[in-house]
């Protein structure tokens, strides 16, 4: 009787066992299920950013394109009479200008296609720190033969913000939404780009001082009121809409948002807010 009692114990046992390890390995099979889920997600965001982004620079790449095209044929008609040393110095600078642009904008497409070859998981995106970023793309912006603003200035937040995310992705949103907010510019325009923080988020504002809004497309967004949160569902009916739904696509990544807000003046400033990792100098 004890022996058939202590048969059916093991015999308990060995099954409990049994089905611990199926299951445990059921477990396993469904957290590889869902890493797989998230790469695939992952990967997916990253080529419709990758097509979107493509689109987007191959139009705009023709601006400096036909800038540059252009200070060569007059440096070229400079140099065929007596040269004159100041118009060099300013075509010679013009071209510069013009090259970086486009260099800036192959290392967009070159960084964004490299992202297919650099798959980890999520908890290990770098940590980039928002004000130099911003001075970053201030230099380049500032330089470009396309700029219609006579200036660009930055407004740091009084302590570093570090933000995890994506440095190409966060370097190709903040253009995208200056380059936006360029397209507004009068002869007397000024782009600011602040960044503030509270106890757990940053915000970047981007403005144009003394611009005007003309661009259709844009006022068209405004039809039900004065702030706009731009989204992957906009349409696509100019490369300004496309820049700023590729700006809104990156800002989910970052689980952040961006508003459109006209409330104070004519000219749309541009709000993005999401959270940040560091916002101190114990980083």
């Known amino acids: 009787m004890d022996s058939t009692h202590g048969h059916k114990k093991r015999r308990a046992n060995s099954d409990s066992t049994l089905y611990q390890n199926q299951h445990s390995g059921y477990i396993t099979k469904q957290g590889e299920h869902e890493s797989l889920k998230r790469k695939y997600k992952h990967l997916k965001a990253v ?14 790449i023709m601006s400096p394109l036909s800038a540059v095209s252009g200070y060569l044929e007059l440096l070229s008609n400079s140099l065929s009479s007596v040269p004159d040393s100041e118009k060099l110095d300013r075509y010679s600078s013009h071209i510069s200008s013009g090259l970086n642009e486009i260099g ?3 290392e967009q497409l ?11 998981d999520e908890s290990e995106s770098p940590i980039v720190e928002l004000n130099w970023l911003v001075n970053e793309v201030k230099e380049i912006v500032s330089g470009a033969a396309g700029l219609c603003a006579t200036e660009v200035r930055t407004l740091p937040s009084a302590k570093p913000v570090y933000v995890e995310a994506e440095l190409f992705q966060m370097k190709l949103l903040i253009y995208n939404l200056v380059v936006s907010a360029d397209s507004f510019s009068s002869p007397e325009s000024i782009i600011e780009i602040e960044v503030e923080q509270d106890d757990s988020e ?3 504002i981007i403005r144009n001082k003394g611009g005007k809004c003309a ?6 967004l405004f039809k039900k009121g004065d702030i706009v949160l731009l989204s992957e569902d906009m349409d ?39 959270p940040f990792t560091h916002s101190d100098n114990s980083f």
Do not use: W
């Open 104 to 106: 800036f904008m192959l």
């Open 215 to 220: 661009n259709t497309h844009v006022q068209s």
């Open 202 to 204: 940053f915000a970047l």
């Open 110 to 120: 070159h960084d964004i296609y490299k992202e297919d070859h650099q798959f980890s």
């Open 47 to 60: 080529h419709e950013l990758q097509n979107r982004t493509v689109r987007h620079f191959m139009h705009n």
């Open 236 to 274: 696509e009916g100019s490369s300004l809409l496309l820049g700023l739904k590729i700006c809104a696509q990156i800002a989910d990544q970052v689980n952040g948002h961006i508003l459109m807000d006209k409330r104070d003046g004519k000219t749309p400033q541009f709000v993005l807010t999401a």
